[in-house]
């Protein structure tokens, strides 16, 4: 299976970094002959609206949302639950996504950069122990569409989501030494995708 990092903007090279310690030799994904190269893409943190731009300036924007709508197993980190979202709350003025996650997702819902924390939370990986999240000027998600899977919470808020081949968290487990949201991807998510195709 060949996993890419989409490269554009954001925490790119912590992304790569966990799939590495996944036992995932990953590539970066720039173009679209790039993103044509990989069976499955994890969409970093950073700033979604950037994202979405240098990816139509690229001329990744509609090859991706068109990968994903056909089935491309994507993982989406904080931005990336942005950019994976059907629908967004508080966007900017004709902010777009790549969609597919029956979803609906506030940006900054947690607050400001200053607001930034870490706590230990539950995730729904048949694990009891509780993951290390990184909440940095992090979404949440105020809807999930009924065949969406709510694996995480910070109090009622839904913060991890999986929808078959796509799975998003509005925190960032690429900077803690816990890869247990990478290794759910691989095995629990891009695998049985994948499969299925073949």
Known sequence: ???????LQ??????????????????TVRRASELAAVDALVL???????IAQLAEIFGLFEPLKSRIAHG???????????????EILD????????????????RNAFGRQVDSFESDIEFDDGSKELIRAVF????????????????????????AVRSGH?????????LT???????YFIDEVAKPALQKVQ
Do not use: N
């Not at 004709?94 to 969609?99: H, P, S």
């Open 177 to 183: 030494a816990d890869h247990r949201i990478h290794r």
């Open 166 to 174: 796509l799975l998003a968290t509005s925190f960032h487990p690429e």
């Open 1 to 7: 299976m060949k996993v890419g990092v989409l490269a």
């Open 136 to 159: 940095i000027r992090a979404p949440w998600v105020e809807r999930v569409g009924k065949d969406v899977e709510v694996l995480s919470r910070v109090d009622t808020h839904p913060v």
């Open 72 to 86: 491309m197993p994507v993982y989406g980190s904080c931005a990336g639950m942005i950019l994976l979202a059907d």
């Open 10 to 27: 954001g925490d790119v090279r912590e992304h790569i970094s966990a799939l590495i310690a996944c036992g995932v030799t990953p590539t």
């Open 44 to 50: 970093p943190g950073g700033e979604s609206t950037t």
């Open 91 to 106: 966007a900017k003025e004709d902010q777009k996504t790549f969609g597919g996650l029956d979803i609906t997702v506030r």
